[in-house]
Each structure stands twice: as C-alpha cells, then as structure tokens.
C-alpha cells in the first residue's frame, strides 16, 4: 500500500485506477462520503501561496467530515524561530492522521516523509513535482475524453520551472499511446533530467518553440504560467513572461475536441475570451481537484500510524549545489539516492558537481 504520494514514482497504473474509481463513486454519490473520515485530522503545511491545491483539499476534508489544521504563512510558526523541517514534522505527524506540505524547497516532502509517522503528501516542492496536481490532470482528461491513451499533448510555457508538467509528464509513462510536444523558448526547456527520464522510459516527444504552428495536431493543449518566483534574474522574467499567449482566434485551427487545460493560476498566457470556447476546461479541472484529492484522503487518512525507519546523519548538504534543494538548508538530512542514478540528489534530482582534488 502506498503510503506517501511524493512524487509520481509512488503511483502504479494499479493504484491509480482505484483511487479514479473511487473518485467516480464520489462524484456520483457524494453524501454516502459526507462521514466516512469522521474524526481524522488532516494537517495542512503550506510554506508557500497556494489557493486551488490548499482550498480543494481543505475542501476535500472536510466533505469526507475530517477535520484540518495548518497554516498558509510560515511565518506564524516555529519555522521562523529557525525549528528544523524533522521537527516541525515529527510534531505535526503526533497531532494528525495525514500531512500535505507545500514548499519553496525542492525535495521538502522527501524529507518530511523521512520523520513522519503518518502518510505524506506533497503539495508541491519549489519547481520540482506536484503529483496532486497530475491526480488533478488525469481526473480531468478522464472526465472529459472517457479514457487516457492515444493522446498528443502539447505542454506549452515555464517547462524549466512548471513543477507540475514535471510530474505530468512522468505519470503519462502509466498510459499507452501518449506522445508529447514541448514548447518552450530554449531558456526555459524542460530540465535535462526530466527529458532524461522520459528517454529512459521510452516516452514519445519532440520540442518546440511554437505554439501556433503545433496546435492543429494536438488533443490536449496544457498551458502553464512563467514562474516568476522561482527567476533569479528579474530582468529575464519580463522578458520570458508573454512569450506565450492563447487567444480565442488561435483556437480556429484547433481540433474541434482539443482540450485547453492550465493548472491555474494564469498572468495572462490564457486570454479570457478563450474561457467561453467549449474547449476551455481549466475551470472544470480545479473542481476535479477536489475529488481526486477526496479520492486520496479517504485512501491516506485511514492509515496506521507508524514509526518512521531510523535515519542516519548525513553529508548530502556538502554534495547537492542545487540552491533551492531543501539539502541547503537541512543539513542533518541523510543522504539518499536519486531514483535517476547515484550522481544525482535524492531531494532533487539534479546532479552533484563533478568533485575537483
Ligand atoms: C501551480 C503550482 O502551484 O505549481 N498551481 C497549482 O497548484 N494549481 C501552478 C502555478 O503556480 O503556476
């Protein structure tokens, strides 16, 4: 039984389809789950803004009848008396049945799964993965097309930074017959890593820097927002931030049932005269999120509790110079192994510097 959802890599086809099955029942039958999570609580730790991920799960639990506590501003907690994430964690998992985290840090839930007693979820960490996100995505593209297989999705925008194409990619590994088209400028291509990956796994996909000339072949258009916060150099953003725009008149080439979806929010890379084309279906997403995200937590919050593995002190802080790894931070954190190999991070996936002597 999966007893985190972390990353994508937590997932199996299996699993998933029996949390999207539940998921249907929910929809269908809303009032038989009005009680079925009656006295669990479910901790909610966003280090980071969020509305859609942080209210649909507030939203989730408490349509299940759990209740929820947390905060949506670290600075209202012992994180800023300088608390370690491990004991922020260890403390929240006592009080709480299931913890969703949202971080700036990038491989925050790896770590907070390291001490926590009861399930994790991550919620987002910087622009690494956000798989409720994916769950969100592939509940949509269920409800709208029937099935998930034979697709050409074209992911479109930040894909550097878009930690939710991240993930979407990833999961698209579980169906068959899924090819994608990237599009991005070159500054803001998907990260090595990722591409990486999907050539490991034999994922279908080619790059672009257009986003008109590609749209007539697509089935799903997923657009995504320029992730200013995770820019270092301000000037760059405003030079990235509109380099895409869909508007109502790109869509006359499209296919006629191409699904337009963006995980929100959008700065202007969707125009709103799009929200009224039948194929806009970004709105119905966000609802989607909160059952799959029920779906979850009926699965999560039932769960027993029980005792992390003991962790050794490690060094990784020394290894990773990603600057946004939560291993910059932490420095007590254990090493672990990226799934992607032993030159890599296991918070963060990006390679460790080749040492000098
Ligand atoms: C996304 C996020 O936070 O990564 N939003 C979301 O969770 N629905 C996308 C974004 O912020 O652009």
């Not at 669990?40 to 799960?57: C, D, G, I, V």
């Not at 405003?238 to 008149?249: A, Q, S, W």
């Not at 963006?262 to 119905?284: K, N, S």
């Amino acid at each position: 039984m999966t007893r985190k959802l972390v990353s994508v890599s937590d997932m199996s086809r299996q699993w998933w389809d029996k949390l999207y099955s539940q998921c249907c029942d929910i929809i269908a039958r809303p009032e038989v789950y009005s009680d079925s999570c009656r006295g669990k609580l479910f901790a909610s730790m966003f280090y980071e803004p969020s509305t859609r991920t942080n209210f649909s799960f507030q939203a989730a639990a408490q349509r299940l009848g759990a209740g929820v506590f947390g905060f949506s501003d670290p600075l209202g907690t012992s994180a800023s008396k300088g608390e370690t994430l491990a004991d922020t964690i260890r403390m929240t998992a006592s009080y709480s049945d299931t913890i969703v985290i949202r971080s700036p840090q990038e491989g925050a839930a790896t770590a907070a799964a390291l001490y926590s007693e009861v399930p994790v979820i991550n919620a987002g960490d910087g622009g690494h993965h956000h798989p409720t996100q994916t769950l969100t995505d592939l509940a949509t593209i269920a409800q709208k097309r029937g099935k998930i297989e034979h697709l050409r999705i074209g992911i479109c925008g930040d894909l550097k930074h878009g930690r939710t194409v991240h993930s979407l990619v990833d999961a698209m590994r579980m169906f068959e017959g899924i090819s994608f088209c990237l599009i991005s400028p070159k500054e803001l291509r998907m990260p090595e890593y990722i591409l990486e990956k999907m050539g490991t796994q034999g994922q279908q996909f080619d790059e672009s820097e257009s986003l008109a000339d590609r749209i007539p072949e697509l089935d799903i258009l997923y657009m995504t927002r320029v992730q200013r916060e995770r820019f270092h150099d301000a000037a760059e953003y405003r030079r990235l931030k509109d380099v895409y725009i869909l508007t109502k008149k790109m869509l006359e080439g499209a296919k006629p049932d191409m699904l337009v979806m963006h995980p929100l929010p959008r700065y202007g890379e969707i125009t709103t005269d799009v929200d009224t084309d039948p194929r806009a279906a970004y709105f119905e997403q966000a609802r989607y999120g909160m059952f799959i995200r029920m779906s979850l937590l009926l699965e999560f919050l039932h769960q027993p509790r029980l005792a992390p593995a003991p962790v050794s002190a490690g060094q990784t802080a020394k290894e990773c110079s990603n600057p946004a790894c939560i291993t910059q931070s932490d420095f007590y954190l254990p090493k672990l192994v990226s799934e992607l190999g032993a030159d890599r991070c296991g918070y963060c996936d990006k390679k460790f510097p080749k040492m000098t002597i």
